[in-house]
């Protein structure tokens, strides 16, 4: 019998919150039969490009597509590595430098496990996840809007 994992919402408006983060990580410590946990967190950098600095990102998406991408890139994960359990959040809307855009967090009996299946997670989604970010220059009029 195959089992599958239920479709989770993917996309956060805004930056990712460390108060978050820091909840998904705790709400994991009543499942005993994980021993190790992995995360990465993307973080939007100021990068300079062409003399001038990036301040923020505007993360966009065609969300179903990428809902979808989402799902499949788990679902070969859970194939691929025992894993326990698997939680991916990309952001949508701005995102501003020093701020998190993407938080992936892996849970499995054993550690090494969770270090290749991080690896794998990631560059899956850089590959093939349709979301989309336009950088916002220092130089630029960009109405700052509060996310909600």
């Known amino acids: ?18 108060e978050f983060i820091g909840n998904s990580i705790a709400k994991h410590q009543s499942k005993t039969t ?46 691929k590595y025992d894993l326990t359990c698997m939680h991916i959040y990309h952001s949508l809307g701005l995102v501003k430098a020093g701020e998190i855009c993407l938080f992936v967090f892996v849970s499995s009996p054993r550690r090494k496990v969770v270090f290749e299946a991080l690896e794998f997670l990631v560059e899956e989604i850089k590959a093939k996840a349709p979301v989309f970010g336009k950088e916002i220059f220092e130089d630029e009029t960009y109405t700052w809007k509060k996310n909600t």
Request: proline fraction near 3%.
């Open 1 to 18: 019998m195959e089992t599958t994992k239920p479709k989770k919402t993917t996309f956060i408006n805004g930056a990712i919150p460390s």
């Open 34 to 79: 994980i021993g190790a946990h992995n995360i990465f967190l993307g973080q939007v950098r100021a990068d300079e490009m062409d003399g001038k600095k990036v301040v923020a990102i505007d993360y966009s998406a065609y969300e179903e597509m990428a809902e979808q991408s989402f799902y499949d890139i788990r679902e070969a994960a859970f194939a």
